[in-house]
């Protein structure tokens, strides 16, 4: 079996991983980047509905807090555009019951971006070589040799598709799904293997809707869109239109956890079902409707990730260390972050940080 050498091996498609391939294509330094998926993004996922991109994934942004990310949108040429918040919104009881209640504006205030946040992707994509990114290449094995890496793809306990050898591995993605999923030779230590498991993958646990209509018929009722349920199947749902134009939708989290999830035609009945409740008869019968449920993805949660995660994890490299190996695999993805771990900020952060110690 051949090997092939490069100087930088990416370990993922995400956008952690991609900005590292751009940044590295502006220094001329090699790379190749390995996707286990078939498509690019990790967690950016934007189906298209008339021309619009409805965010599965990370939807919004906020400029005013994550300088690097709005730079770059700029930098790149998109636009981004406020998130409808005008009018009252609604709040369901435990009981079922729906109270009409004041409206919630961000602060800072938030946005999205035009053609959804795969437009990040799409557009870093054109900077660098596509024949560097090879799809549907998981990363199984990681052994450290005496000029870097030697890196197999493939599945574990079975011969490898194909191997690479490289000076310097960018791990970007979670240490979560890395430290559950890639064979490391030699071992590594008993402290940062726990660390990488204990750092939770943001959004690993979650499911997600869009539900796109002819008509912003909430908007009509002089609703914002915005609702919270403790009740559920959704705790969580925001205005997920197109901007200042259709197609109209609506968005949002589901509340129930990972576990329970396991039956998604009978969960999509009852999310409409809730969505009439809360917003009127129109709203259970959609023109289109995407669901995602991360939990479900190998390639992005783990057996850890089942558990709900309440609140925003302090993220930072795992046991302190942005790198091991004397430096041969670099820790990027945005959990890995010092500041804004979790959000697209962070992955731009993380990102940096590992290529500049190429």
């Not at 994890?313 to 004397?326: E, F, N, S, V």
Request: glycine share 10%; charged share 15%; proline share 7%.
């Amino acid at each position: 079996m051949s090997i092939q050498t490069c100087d930088t091996l990416i370990v993922g498609g995400g956008l952690s991983g991609i900005y590292a391939a751009c940044l590295l294509t502006q220094k001329k330094v090699s790379f190749i980047v390995l996707e286990a998926r078939e498509r690019i993004g990790g967690r950016i996922l934007c189906p298209e509905h008339h021309g619009f991109y409805a965010d599965l994934g990370p939807s919004w942004y906020w400029p005013s807090i994550h300088p690097k990310l709005a730079q770059l949108i700029q930098t790149l040429g998109l636009e981004g555009f406020r998130e409808f918040e005008e009018g009252l919104g609604r709040f369901q009881r435990f009981d079922g019951a729906v109270q009409t209640v004041r409206g919630y504006a961000t602060d800072p205030p938030s946005f999205r971006l035009c053609g959804g946040m795969a437009a990040l992707i799409k557009t870093l994509c054109r900077r660098i070589d596509g024949n560097a990114i090879l799809l549907n290449h998981p990363v199984c094995h990681i052994e450290k040799i005496s000029s870097g890496a030697l890196v197999s793809v493939g599945q574990l306990e079975k011969d490898p598709w194909v191997q690479f050898r490289a000076r310097h591995v960018i791990l970007a993605l979670p240490p979560r799904l890395a430290a559950a999923t890639i064979l490391f030779t030699p071992e590594l230590s008993y402290g940062l293997t726990q660390a990488m498991l204990k750092i939770g993958t943001w959004m690993a646990g979650q499911a997600k809707f869009s539900a796109f209509y002819e008509e912003p018929f909430w908007r009509q009722m002089g609703l914002s869109g915005q609702a919270f349920s403790e009740r559920g199947p959704l705790s969580e749902i925001h205005d997920g239109s197109n901007n200042g134009a259709g197609p109209y939708g609506l968005t949002g989290f589901v509340g129930i956890p990972a576990v329970q999830r396991n039956q998604e035609p009978r969960l999509t009945e009852a999310i409409l079902a809730q969505l009439a409740l809360i917003f009127g008869r129109p709203a259970a019968q959609p023109t289109a409707f995407f669901y995602q449920d991360w939990a479900r993805e190998p390639f992005t949660a783990t057996e850890f990730d089942q558990p709900p995660m309440y609140e925003h994890p302090l993220y930072h490299p795992p046991a302190g260390k942005a790198a091991i190996w004397d430096g041969t695999i670099l820790f990027a993805g945005t959990e890995t972050a010092m500041q804004h771990g979790g959000y697209l900020e962070g992955a731009l952060v993380a990102a940096e940080r590992a290529a500049m110690a190429i």
